[in-house]
């Protein structure tokens, strides 16, 4: 008999939580006499998460998705984290705006001002990649929160050449820049 895939710890009672052939299960829920229902089924809003995202959820990980959908069809970004229930809690917030004060969204090009209609609408973004480099949601935290991203990140020329910067808002804080 192979050996059952253990993917994370249950977050209800800590056992091992395996894939099964339709869901990732507590061990505990399988059987004749389960003591447990943790079940995480790989589907989140129309996408299918791998093996190793289920992981990074069940780690207690907040992950940036793209590529879910609505029942209609329209594609959306989001973050997704789970509980301590165990329910995945899918919220595209990320962070505050530091122009404006309203909320920064996760979206597919970009993490964005909620504020961005109307006569005040504001302008404020943070791209998804700068010189080839995918923003994380704590950099983008970092960013909006602290000013200035932590560390320096690897970012790339146009001939290839590796160079390492910081991203920081500019002291009007209305955009991003390397330094
Ligand atoms: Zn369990
Ligand atoms: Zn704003």
Redesign the pocket.
Known sequence: MDDLMIIGN?P????PVVKTCKAYR?I??VGQEPT?Q?TLYPIVCNRKLSDAEASSLLGGETLLLDGMATNEGKCFTSTVRMDDTGKLIVDAKVSICPKCGGTIYAGAKAFSCGNHSGENACPFVVWRTYGGYSLTLKDVKEICENGVTANELTMYHEDGKPYSKRLALTPEKDKVVRI
Do not use: N
Not at 12 to 15: A, H, M, V
């Open positions: 249950c209800i009672c800590g056992s507590c505990k829920a447990c943790f």
